[in-house]
C-alpha cells in the first residue's frame, strides 16, 4: 500500500509540476510576449494602392509570421473610416488627405482613428489630354485637334472637342467616382469652365475609357493623380490650373487646381496595444513614388499579379524591408 500511496503521490508531484509550467508560460506570454491574432489590412479601389498592401502582407506573414487577411473599402470612404475605428480593419497604406477632409475630422481629429506616419508618396492630380490632341502624331497620322490648348483658360474654346451627346453643348470632363472627394463639379463652376463632369465609378472603367480612346486617336479630357503608370503609357499632357495655398481641401475655394498631399497610413487605435510589432512594422513601412509605380507597371504592363508584382520588388530590396522590421 505505501508503494502505491508513494507512486500515486509521485504522480500528484508530477501533474503540480506540469500544471504550473504551463501557468508559467501563460502568464510569460501575456506579460511578455505577444499573442499574433490576426492583422486586417485594407484593399482599395486602385492599383498603386493594391500592389503596397500586398507588399506588406507578405513581409508580415513570411518574414514575422503573422496571419493577415484582407478586407475591401472603397478609397477614403465612410466604410474604410469606421471599419479602422471600429477595429474591423487594422491599418490601410495610402490615405490622401485631399479626398477625406470631412472624415479625417470626425474621425482622425476626435481619435477614433490613427495616423501612423507619412507612407512616403506625395500626391497630387492633373486634368490630362492625349499629347496627339494638341501636338502632331505623325507616326499615326493625326493632326493635332487643339494645338494652342495649354491652361484651363483655353478649354472653353475647345468645349466642343470633348463635348459628346450627352453632355452637349459642354464639354466631357472624365473623373472616377464622387466618393474620391475631388469635387470637380465646383471647380469648374468656380472657374467658369463649360464641361460636365461625367463619373465612370473607378479606376478600371476610366482608364479602359482612355485606352480605347487612345486606340482610336480621339479628344478625352481626364483626371488622373500622380504617382500613376497612365501618363507615361498613355502619353499624356497635364492641362495647368491655377495653384493657390488656401484651395480646397484647405478651405472651401475652388478656383485653382489640387493641392500636394503627404499619403498618410491610418491605424485602428487597438493594434498598437494588441499586436505592438506588427503595428511598429506597419508605422515604419514607407514607400516612394518610383517605388509605388515601380510595381504598378509591373501588375499592368508585364501582367503580374499584385502578389508577383510586390515579391519581384520585395525579392530586389532585402535592405530596405529589413530595417521596418522591430
Same mark, same amino acid.
Given at each position: 500500500m505505501n508503494g502505491i500511496f508513494g507512486i500515486r503521490y509521485l504522480l500528484v508531484l508530477g501533474l503540480i509540476g506540469i500544471l504550473m509550467? @504551463?501557468?508559467? @508560460?501563460?502568464c510569460s506570454t501575456l506579460t511578455g510576449g505577444e499573442s499574433k491574432g490576426t492583422v486586417i489590412l485594407v484593399e482599395? /479601389?486602385?492599383?498603386?494602392?493594391? @500592389? %503596397? %498592401?500586398a507588399l506588406a502582407k507578405l513581409i508580415l506573414e513570411e518574414e514575422m509570421d503573422y496571419t493577415v487577411e484582407t478586407k475591401f473599402a472603397p478609397? /477614403?470612404?465612410?466604410q474604410l473610416f469606421e471599419g479602422l475605428a471600429t477595429g474591423e480593419m487594422h491599418w490601410v497604406c495610402c490615405n490622401w488627405p485631399s479626398f477625406s477632409a470631412a472624415l479625417l475630422e470626425e474621425y482622425v481629429d476626435t481619435g477614433k482613428v490613427s495616423r501612423s506616419g507619412q507612407t512616403g508618396i506625395k500626391g497630387t492630380s492633373h486634368v490630362y489630354v492625349p499629347r496627339y490632341v494638341i501636338e502632331v502624331d505623325s507616326e499615326r497620322g493625326i493632326a493635332p485637334m487643339a494645338p494652342d490648348l495649354k491652361t484651363h483658360n483655353?478649354? $472653353? +474654346?475647345?468645349? /466642343?472637342?470633348?463635348?459628346?451627346? #450627352?453632355?452637349? &453643348? $459642354?464639354?466631357?470632363f472624365v473623373d472616377f467616382t464622387p466618393g474620391w472627394d475631388y469635387r470637380n463639379e465646383e471647380r469648374l463652376a468656380a472657374l467658369g469652365i463649360d464641361y460636365e463632369v461625367v463619373? %465612370?465609378?473607378?479606376? *478600371?472603367?476610366?482608364? *479602359?475609357?482612355? #485606352?480605347? *480612346?487612345?486606340?482610336?486617336?480621339? &479628344?478625352?479630357?481626364?483626371?488622373?493623380?500622380t504617382p500613376h503608370w497612365a501618363p507615361v503609357k498613355y502619353d499624356l499632357v497635364p492641362i495647368q490650373f491655377p495653384h493657390h495655398p488656401d484651395c480646397y481641401p484647405v478651405t472651401e475655394r475652388f478656383d485653382c487646381g489640387y493641392t500636394v498631399d503627404d499619403v498618410y497610413k491610418l491605424t485602428w487605435p487597438g493594434l498598437e496595444k494588441d499586436m505592438p510589432k506588427a503595428y511598429e512594422f506597419l508605422k515604419n513601412f514607407q514607400i516612394t513614388n518610383d517605388q509605388q509605380t515601380a510595381m504598378v507597371i509591373a501588375k499592368t504592363d508585364e501582367g503580374q499579379? #499584385?502578389?508577383?508584382?510586390?515579391?519581384?520588388? +520585395? /525579392?530586389? $530590396?532585402q535592405d530596405t524591408? +529589413?530595417?521596418?522590421? &522591430?
Open positions: 509550467s @504551463v501557468v508559467s @508560460v501563460g482599395q /479601389d486602385w492599383d498603386g494602392q493594391l @500592389v %503596397t %498592401t478609397a /477614403d470612404s465612410a483655353d478649354l $472653353n +474654346k475647345y468645349k /466642343d472637342l470633348f463635348a459628346t451627346a #450627352d453632355t452637349s &453643348p $459642354n464639354g466631357r463619373f %465612370t465609378g473607378s479606376e *478600371a472603367a476610366s482608364f *479602359a475609357e482612355l #485606352d480605347a *480612346a487612345h486606340k482610336r486617336g480621339e &479628344p478625352i479630357l481626364l483626371v488622373i493623380w499579379t #499584385d502578389v508577383e508584382a510586390a515579391r519581384i520588388w +520585395k /525579392d530586389a $530590396n524591408w +529589413k530595417a521596418w522590421i &522591430p
